[in-house]
C-alpha cells in the first residue's frame, strides 16, 4: 500500500526544513526526504551564520526581495522555534580611501532594496566601535538589521517543529527520479522505495540543478559549487566582538571575520568554483586566501590560535533575474513550471539562502495557494518548538536545580564546551534523533573546544551505542561509512 | 668473516649510536659508547637480545573488559610473536590483584606475566 | 556524600601529579584533603599506558603506567584522602571556590584554603597544525586511540599511518602491531626523533616500521573515513619538496604531534600562564600567581619522565599544605559576634584574639527596640558570661557600647562565638 502525500519536499536543508514547517502548519501530509543521516548536512550548517541585512543583493533581484523580507522574519521565528540568534548589527569596512565610494554604493543599494536602519560612519568611529579594526580603516556602513545565528539549529529547529506538527521525516533516503503520469509528477522514486505526491518541492541545494532536469525542467540551469573555506578561533585567546565584511567584489561579499554565537571568532570564506560537489577538503591556497583576507581586515589576527577548519559549498546558479529590466543572471529560481504539473522548483539558494529561508517557505504557500491549494489551517498547529537546556549558559545556581532535576545533566562529557550527558542523550531521544557523532556535535557544539573531541570522544561512542541498542562497532561520525571502531580487541563482550 | 653492526643503545637516555664488529657470533669490539653501559648493551644485543613486553589480556566481570599485564623480566626478542599468541589465550576473572601471576613460566622461559594492576569486579 | 564544605587542600586531577600532592599534603599536616578526577576512577592518563619504563628513578623499578599509578594511589589511600570520582570541576575562583558538577552528588560549590591544579594536558589536534584536505573518521590523536585500544578494547584501524615521532606516537606504532593492525609508516616533520631514542629501537625499529623524518602529510583523502594520505618531504624551513609526494592507503592516521598542558579551569582562576610553556608562572614552591593557589605535573609544562612528575607533586603537596595550615590558624585567631537579643547588629563583626591580649576592644551596636527601663548589656560564649554593663535605658538611636578588657583575654580565647544580647534588669 502506498502512502499519498500531498507535499514531498526532497532535501533537508535549512529550507527544506522551512518549507516542511510552513507546510506542517496546514491540514495535509507533509514527507521530507534527505539523503543524509541528518537534517543540514550540506551548506547549511557549514556558512558563516550570519543573518544578511540585504544591501549587497542587486535590487530588482528574486535575491534582494527575499533577503530582506526574511531578515524581518527571524525575531519571530526565533522566538517561536528557540533558537540561538542575535541582532549583532553588521559592518562592510573599507579599509583605504579607494575602498570608501564601493562602501556608499552598497548603502544605496540598499535602500532601494528596502533596507532599514543604516548608517554610514566614519574612520575613527569605525577603530571606536572595534578596536582591532585595521587601523587605516576609512569608514564603514553599519547595518544595524543583520544578525548572527546557529544556522544548524535553525535547520533542526524547523525541522523539529515540522515533524512535532505531522510531518514525516525520512532521514538516508535519496531521491533518484520523478514519478510521472504524462506531463504530471506524482511522486518520486528514492533508494528506500517509491512515494507518491500531489506536489513534490526541489529543495535539493547542490543538487537541485540535478533534480530539476530529472523533469525535463530548465536544461540550461546548471549549479557549480563555490567552495568557501574557514578557520574557528579559540575563544580565549582570539575575541572579536563584530561581523565585519570587506567590500564585496565580483567574487562575492568576501572574506569576513565575524563573532559567532558560539563565541568563537572565524574568518572566511573565501569563493572557489569547483567541479565536484562532495569536495568538502580544505586547501593549503584556500586557506592561504582566507588568511590574507582575514588579516587585511584585522591586521592583528594570530593564525596559530585557529583550532579548526570548515568547508562550505555554496550552491551557485546561474538562474537569469525575472525582474524586466534587470540584468542579473544569478538569481534564485522559486517557481511553479509550465512544462510539467506538481513541481515547485527552488533552484539556486546560495547566501543569503539562510536569511531568506523563512521567505522562501511563505513564498511558495503563497504560490501554492495561488496555484489553487486551499490551505486549511490544522487546529492543533502549535508553532513553538521548545529549546532544550543549554548546561554551558547556564548561571552556577540554574545548573545545580537542573542537575538536581536529572542527575544526568551533572556528568560533563565535553569538557572544553560544558555539554552534559543529559543533553547528548535529549539530543538522541529528540524529534530528529541525533544518531552519529557530528550530529550531536551539531546540535550541542561538543568536541568543537580546544581538544576537538579528544576527551569526549570515546564516551560518546559508549553513550550512542547504549542509547541506541547498537554495537560500539556500529557507531558513526557522520553515517554508513564513518565507523570509529573496527573490531573488539581479543573479542570481548560487554 | 668479520662484519659491522649499527644500532642504537638503550640503556640510558642518551641513546649512543653503537657499532659492534662482529665474526661467527663473537663480539670483536664496540665503538661509540659513552660508558660501560654500552659495552654491556651491545654484548647483550648481539647475543640475546631481550625486551619487556606488555598487553591486556581479557578479563570476565571485571571494572573493564581488558586487564593490562606485562613481562617481570626482558623475554628473548625473537621469542615477542609467540610470548603475545600465549599471552592472547589468557582469560581471568576479577577481581584480580596487582602483579599477581596470570601467565606462569612463558613458553619455558622461567618468566611469569603479572597483572600490572589490580582491577575490582564490576558493579 | 561531600564530607565538609571548606577543605584544607583540594587537588584537581588524580594523575601522578595530584596523587603526590595529595599524599605529600596529608603528610605535611593538613587537615583534610579531596581529590577530584572526572574520570570513573584514579589515575589519570597512567592508566592507559599499560607499557613498561615508569618508576626508574623513584621506585628503582620498571613497572607498566598502571603499577606505578597504583603504588601511590594506595599510599594517598592509606592516608584517608577524600576521594570523588565522575566530577568535573567546573569553575575555579581566584578566591578558591570551587565549582564541581556529578551525577551523583549535583552541582555543588566548595571552599579550598589551598588548590593544586594537576589537570595534565591534552593533546595537539589535527585543526592546529592545518592538514588540509577532507575531515574524514579515522584521524584520531594517539592518546585517544590508546583509550580504545588498551582500556575500552576496541581496534580504531587496520592500516594505519602515523604523524609524528613522539614516544606516544611510537609507543602506539608497537601497541597496534601488537594487536594485529598494520602500521605502515611513521612521519616525522624534524630532522630529528621527537621522542625518546629507546622507543625508536623498541617501538619502531624492532618491528621493521619505517620512519621518516623531515616527512608530513600533505592532504587527507576519503569523506567519510580515512583512504590515504599524501605524504611529502619538507626542506629545513617545513616548505614542500616538489616531487616527492606519496601517496599512501591507509584507514587511520594517528597523530602524536604534542602535547599541552591543560589550563582551561587555571584561567578561571586568574592565573597567568607563561606563553611558552602554556602552563602557569610557579615560584619555588609551586605556587601560581594566584595565593593558594599550587600546580603540579603536566599541566606546568610537558615531562619526560613520569617519576619527575610525582616529585613535583610532592613538593607541590608540601607547599599547598603549610598554606592552608597558615590560613587557618589565622582565622582560628578570629571569633566572629554575633547580635543576641535586643539587638540589631555589633561592630566589629568579629575579633582577633591575639589583639586583646595586648589592647581593650570597644563594641559598638545598636537595638532593635527601645527598652526604657534599666538593662543589661551582656557578652557570652553561649555557656559562660564574660563581661556585662548596666544602662538605664537603650534606644535605636543611641549607639551602645561596651568594652571586652585584656583581662577578658582567657575567657575569649576559650570561645568559638560571642554573642551579645540586652534585657531588662
Known sequence: MQEKYDYIIIGGGVVGCMLARWLSRYEGKVLLIEKEADVGMGCSSANTAIVHAGYDPLPGSLKARMNVKGNAMWDTLAGELNFAFERRGDYVVAIGDDELPLVHKLMDQGKQNGVPGMLMIDGPEMRAREKHINPETSGALWASTGGICDPFQVTVAAGENAVMNGAKLLLNTAFQDFIMEGKRIIGVRTNRGDFLGRWVINSAGIYSDEVMHKAGVRPEFIIKPRKGEYYIFDRADVSIDNVLFPVPSHKGKGILVTTTLHENTIAGPNGTIIDDKEDTSTTKEGLAEVADGALKLVPSLNLRYSIANFVGLRPMGNGPCKTPGVVYNNDYIIEIPEEVQGLVNLGGIESPGLTSAPAIAEEVVDMLRDAGEKFVAKKDWDPIRPGRPRFRNMSHKDRQLLVEMDPRFGQVICRCENITEGEIIAEIHAPIPARTYDAIKRRTWLGTGRCQGGFDMTRVVTILSRELGISPLEVTKRGTGSEYLFRQTKQVEG | ?123 | MLAKQIYDVVVVGSGPGGVAAAIEAKKAGADDVLIIERDTELGGILLQCIHNGFGLELLKEDLPGPGYAQHFIEEMLSLHVEVLLNTMVMDITPQRHLFLSSKEHGYVEIEARAIVLAMGCRERTRAQIRIPGYRPNGIFTAGTAQRWVNVEGYMPGKEVVILGSGDIGMIMARRLTFEGAHVERVLEIQSYLSGLSRNLVQCLQDYNIPLQLNHTIKRILGKNRVEAIEAVQVDEKWNFVPGTEEVIPCDTLLLSVGLIPENELSRKAGVKLDPITSGPYVDETFQTNVPGIFAAGNVVHVYDLVDWVSEAGFSAGKSAAKYAIALRNAEARYTPLVAGKNVRYVVPHKLDKSTLEKEDIRLQMRVTRPIEQPVWVEVHDGENLITRKAERYVRPGEMVTIVLKAKNYADVAKSSKLTIDINPR
Do not use: W
Not at chain 2, 24 to 41: A, H, M, P, Q, R
Open chain 2, 1 to 123: 668473516m668479520a662484519e659491522e653492526v649499527n644500532f642504537i643503545c638503550t640503556a640510558c637516555p642518551q641513546g649512543c649510536s653503537l657499532t659492534v664488529l662482529m665474526e661467527n657470533g663473537e663480539v670483536l669490539g664496540v665503538t661509540g659508547n659513552s660508558c660501560k653501559k654500552g659495552l654491556d648493551y651491545a654484548n647483550a644485543e648481539t647475543s640475546d637480545p631481550r625486551r619487556m613486553v606488555a598487553t591486556t589480556v581479557k578479563i570476565h566481570n571485571g571494572f573493564h573488559p581488558l586487564l593490562p599485564v606485562y613481562t617481570e623480566r626482558p623475554v628473548p626478542k625473537p621469542m615477542i610473536p609467540q610470548v603475545l599468541a600465549e599471552i592472547r589465550k589468557v582469560e581471568v576473572e576479577a577481581p584480580v590483584v596487582m602483579k599477581s601471576v596470570v601467565l606462569e613460566n612463558v613458553l619455558g622461559t622461567g618468566i611469569n606475566v603479572l597483572a600490572s594492576r589490580s582491577m575490582p569486579a564490576k558493579g
